[in-house]
């Protein structure tokens, strides 16, 4: 099983910066690849980011040059992967989900961090 722990999510004026972070534990030996998902009210979880084991990433075109995803996986009892947010938009506000991919196709979510964007 694997657990993921999100942080950094608050309150942010338009233009600002947030960073995100995500903390696998568990059985991350089976993790192939990790990113985030957002949810704003009343419209449908999205695909923010992703990046696998072999550091390739993907971006919505909605944050493509705004947003920025890395992992670190040089511990051998966890996995961070972050989500660097600039030059935020009231529209990026959400709630943003952490998820994780293992081994016979297993995803895994965090509980959540809001994100607001307002001035």
């Known amino acids: 099983q694997v657990q993921l722990v999100e942080s950094g999510g608050g309150l942010v004026q338009p233009g600002g910066s947030l960073r995100l972070s995500c903390a696998a534990s568990?059985?991350?030996?089976?993790?192939?690849?990790m990113g985030w998902y957002r949810q704003a009210p009343g419209k449908q979880r999205e695909l923010v980011a992703s990046?696998?084991?072999?550091?390739?990433?993907?971006?919505?075109g909605s944050v493509k040059g705004r947003f920025t995803i890395s992992r670190d996986n040089a511990k051998n009892t966890v996995y961070l992967v972050y989500l660097q947010m600039n030059s935020l938009k009231p529209e990026d506000t959400a709630v943003y989900y952490c998820?994780?991919?293992?081994?016979?196709?297993?995803?895994?979510w965090g509980q959540g961090t809001q994100v607001t964007v307002s001035s």
């Open positions: 998820y994780a991919d293992s081994s016979r196709n297993a995803r895994h």
């Open positions: 568990g059985s991350i030996f089976s993790i192939y690849a």
């Open positions: 990046i696998t084991n072999a550091g390739k990433t993907n971006y919505a």
